[in-house]
Nanobody
Framework: QVQLAESGGGLVQPGGSLRLSCAASGLIFSISAMGWYRQAPGKQRELVATITSGGITNYADSVKGRFTISRDNARTVFLQMNSLKPEDTAVYYC?????????WGQGTQVTVSS
């Protein structure tokens, strides 16, 4: 059983910060990349940021300069979100890619509102 434990979501005012965490556990091997996606009501799920096993990062244009993806080991990934905007409001999903399949977390709600 593979599980992705997500945490760190919540309600924050515009301009504030949040840090999301995702820890993979269970029988999972050969992780090639981890990342974050988000989905707002009525919209498609979109890429936010990814990081490969080699440390290469990729960001959506809308979050460049504000968000930072990082990891402290091969199974844990973080997303530091600064200067948050109302348009960042969405459910954020952790994603793990292996050589055979991909996995998704349950999602954590991020709401940016005054």
């Amino acid at each position: 059983q593979v599980q992705l434990a997500e945490s760190g979501g919540g309600l924050v005012q515009p301009g504030g910060s949040l840090r999301l965490s995702c820890a993979a556990s269970g029988l999972i091997f050969s992780i090639s990349a981890m990342g974050w996606y988000r989905q707002a009501p009525g919209k498609q799920r979109e890429l936010v940021a990814t990081i490969t096993s080699g440390g290469i990062t990729n960001y959506a244009d809308s979050v460049k300069g504000r968000f930072t993806i990082s990891r402290d080991n091969a199974r844990t990934v973080f997303l530091q979100m600064n200067s948050l905007k109302p348009e960042d409001t969405a459910v954020y999903y952790c994603n793990v890619i292996t050589r055979s399949r991909n996995y998704w977390g349950q999602g954590t709600q991020v709401t940016v509102s005054s």
